[in-house]
């Protein structure tokens, strides 16, 4: 299995609402990422989880709480979100020791594009 | 700090035409240089991968070359067809520890029959 699979694909949202994102990859990968993207520009970043516990927070507002259950799954809670925070959210994931994740890179779901109303 | 520069698009041309994409990058050390793919609608795919200096990438007809005197990897097909138009990202892992993928500004590629 060599895919990162990412649930739902398409999420509508009223800024009340709690919702999940959800994301699993069965490669053994130990790193875990959470990226937002808006139109026409590069993937940001958001969290990173390297075996399984939380190492980097790009500084992302508290309305977005990220959780690592075990090596395979990785959430992101939401909450109270605005319009502005509609995007596609993309899970990738990564070889958990430094030279492997420069010799192999990162492997990306297909992601979540999640719109706020 | 470490970053990639990729030209702008949007790139225009025609099934059969050759295609380049220029990137250049800033880091210290040795990074690893990757080209990702995003198709409409979609998620990013890595396309390909050069590790270390005079290593080339290749894949599905896509080709590029680390070139460490140049700080450069550009991407190049000699044919392209409609099914390539994407956006392509240049991105970088640096060698030191605490790396991250760090991304160009992404290049859009329009294929037309």
């Known amino acids: 299995d060599t895919e990162v699979t990412q649930t739902p694909k398409h999420l509508v949202m009223g800024m009340t609402n709690k919702k999940s994102l959800k994301c699993e990859q069965h490669m053994g990968h130990r790193a875990m990422y959470w990226y937002k993207q808006k139109a026409k520009k590069p993937p940001e970043l958001m969290f990173v989880y390297s075996y399984e516990k939380l190492s980097i927070n790009e500084s992302v507002p508290s309305r977005f709480s990220p959780e690592c259950p075990n090596s395979s799954l990785l959430n992101l809670h939401l909450h109270a979100l605005q319009p502005e925070d509609s995007a596609l959210y993309l899970c990738?994931?990564?070889?958990?020791?430094?030279?492997?994740?420069?010799?192999?890179?990162?492997?990306f779901g297909s992601g979540t594009r999640l719109t706020v109303v | 700090g470490n970053s990639v520069t990729q030209m702008e698009g949007p790139v225009t041309l025609s099934e059969e035409a050759f295609l380049t994409i220029n990137c250049t990058y800033t880091?210290?050390?040795?990074?690893?240089l990757f080209w990702y793919v995003q198709y409409p609608g979609e998620g990013l795919q890595l396309l390909l991968k050069a590790t270390k200096a005079d290593d080339k990438g290749s894949n599905k007809g896509f080709e590029a070359t680390y070139r460490k005197e140049t700080t450069s990897f550009h991407l190049e097909k000699g044919s392209v067809q409609v099914s390539d138009s994407a956006v392509y990202f240049c991105a970088l892992i640096p060698s030191a520890a605490g790396n991250k993928l760090t991304f160009g500004g992404g290049t859009r590629v329009l294929v037309k029959p």
């Open positions: 990738a994931s990564s070889q958990g020791r430094q030279g492997n994740r420069a010799n192999y890179g990162y492997t």
């Open positions: 880091a210290t050390g040795y990074p690893s």
